[in-house]
């Protein structure tokens, strides 16, 4: 199973920008398709971005696409998560997953079985 271990969440303007970084262990990271989700209090955990395990093919929630971008370097087992024009309604726990299957990647929780513990992402006004 992979390890995971989410960084660079904090506290940022309305409008300002982001960047999360999600550090994976193992050395078939670049099998593992990828994704971040993220969970407001008192709602469910919802998907954010994914990315293959290439790198090529990424895919992004409609409340996000424009503002963010996912991308990973498989030369230092990372995957990061580049936040724009944050808006107060990003604020949230943000997750990053680790797809279920080699090569395996998707929109659904159930697609992932390696999840890190999470950093706190606050957009305040």
């Known amino acids: 199973q992979v390890q995971l271990l989410e960084s660079g969440g904090g506290l940022v303007q309305a409008g300002g920008s982001l960047r999360l970084s999600c550090a994976a262990s193992g050395r078939t990271f670049s099998m593992y398709g990828m994704a971040w989700f993220r969970q407001a209090p008192g709602k469910e955990r919802d998907f954010v971005a994914g990315i293959s395990g290439s790198g090529r093919t990424t895919d992004y929630a409609d409340s996000v696409k424009g503002r963010t971008t996912i991308s990973r370097d498989n030369s230092k087992n990372t995957v990061y998560l580049q936040m724009n024009s944050l808006k107060t309604e990003d604020t949230a726990v943000y997750y990053c997953?680790?797809?279920?299957?080699?090569?395996?990647?998707?929109?659904?929780?159930?697609?992932?079985?390696?999840w890190g513990q999470g950093t706190q992402v606050t957009v305040s006004t």
């Open positions: 997953a680790a797809g279920r299957d080699l090569y395996r990647w998707g929109r659904r929780i159930d697609d992932y079985a390696s």
